[in-house]
């Protein structure tokens, strides 16, 4: 391997780590698509340690703005505090012993592993949200919750948030595009066809010239705040590797995505989702929030549920859509309707969810083999 083929595998593997972001296990990044339409994405649960996962960006151009959503991590309830794990299973903490504290992206609760945020941001302001619902009263803890969920789930704004985002990045994209095509397309074949010479710096003086400009829109588009709150700490020295580093000059973009602070919950991006995926999204949440420790009458919800409802109502969506029943495979009774896992009839309660009942197949619900 020459030299030259050394730095280019060198700076590919830099660029592709710049193109993975380490987020909540339980988080999902909506990244905008062509048309308009955008999409989740899901952190890897095989790259995953210590409740984050890594999730990779679209390597290649054309690139794309991408914000984080989040369910609702903490949920309170009467004795206790439900913290939502990335699999949907909930550890439960006495408010009398609960201790909450920041530690930068993390908060981190006695006993229990700590729980990654999108930023530290987050992290802060959960941790005094928590030492809030601590002093109230069942009833105070239930109305701040249910405030919270209604603007973590505003639609509008994260419209107008993803937009604002989108329209704020895309030169940055652009320009990163082509300095990614004059990196590893026309500086590597340069340097393929005719070596070191007079056209090899050529094209990297151009690349130079790209990533200078890239500097320079980077730095004007983080002098105001990033949509959603926040601002890029650390600009200056940003803009320094940005005008250095093609693989960060790349990805300027990302940065200010990852910057956006704004607490959105997955539902939210509705407006911005093809019906399908929204629809998807929305039974999973219903079905983890409304058989949380147990099936409830409809006058006795978990708050969380509770939440789901209104915003289900306000958009006109029937809850009975949303209940999920499994294709039945040969040999199953029953299901649970919260993990749409399959049992005998001998099962009564799903082992994977306590306190939820299972439901019995009915006869419509046959698989084809077992039909007369």
Request: aromatic residues 8%; proline residues 6%.
């Amino acid at each position: 391997m020459t030299d030259g083929q050394l730095l280019f595998v060198v700076v590919a593997a830099l660029y592709l780590i710049e193109c993975v972001r380490w987020l909540p296990a339980n988080a999902l990044a909506c990244v905008e698509g062509e048309g308009g339409c955008w999409r989740f994405r899901r952190p890897s649960a095989n790259l995953g340690a210590r409740g984050g996962g890594a999730l990779l960006l679209a390597p290649l151009p054309p690139y794309s703005a991408w914000v984080v959503t989040m369910p609702w991590v903490f949920i309170p309830a009467r004795d206790h505090l439900l913290v939502r794990g990335s699999t949907g299973a909930a550890a439960r903490i006495a408010w009398s012993k609960l201790d909450a504290r920041a530690d930068v992206r993390s908060i981190v609760i006695g006993g229990h592993a700590p729980v990654l945020m999108n930023c530290t941001a987050q992290a802060a302001e959960w941790t005094a949200r928590l030492g809030e619902w601590r002093a109230m009263d069942e009833a105070g803890r239930e109305k701040s919750f249910l405030a919270l969920a209604a603007r973590s789930l505003d639609s509008a704004d994260f419209e107008k948030l993803a937009s604002s985002l989108a329209a704020r990045t895309r030169i940055l994209h652009t320009t990163g595009g082509m300095i990614f095509i004059c990196c590893f397309g026309l500086v590597s074949g340069v340097h393929a066809w005719f070596g070191e010479g007079p056209r090899l710096w050529i094209a990297l003086g151009l690349l130079l010239a790209l990533q200078l400009v890239q500097a320079f829109l980077f730095m004007r588009a983080t002098r105001k705040a990033v949509p959603g709150g926040g601002r890029v700490s650390h600009r200056f020295w940003k803009m320094l590797s940005i005008a250095l580093l093609p693989q960060h000059s790349a990805r300027a973009g990302d940065l200010l995505c990852r910057a956006v602070a704004a607490s959105h919950h997955p539902l939210a991006a509705r407006g911005l989702l093809n019906e399908s995926a929204f629809l998807e999204e929305a039974r999973r949440c219903w079905r983890i929030a409304s058989y949380e420790g147990g099936s409830h009458p409809d006058d006795a919800l978990p708050v969380e549920a509770v939440a789901l409802k209104r915003f289900f109502k306000s958009a006109g969506i029937d809850l009975a859509s949303l209940e999920d029943v499994p294709a039945r495979q040969a040999g199953s009774a029953r299901w649970c309707p919260r993990c749409l896992a399959q049992f005998q009839a001998t099962a009564n309660e799903c082992p994977d969810c306590p306190g939820v009942k299972l439901r019995e197949f009915d006869s419509a619900d046959d698989p084809p083999e077992s039909r007369p």
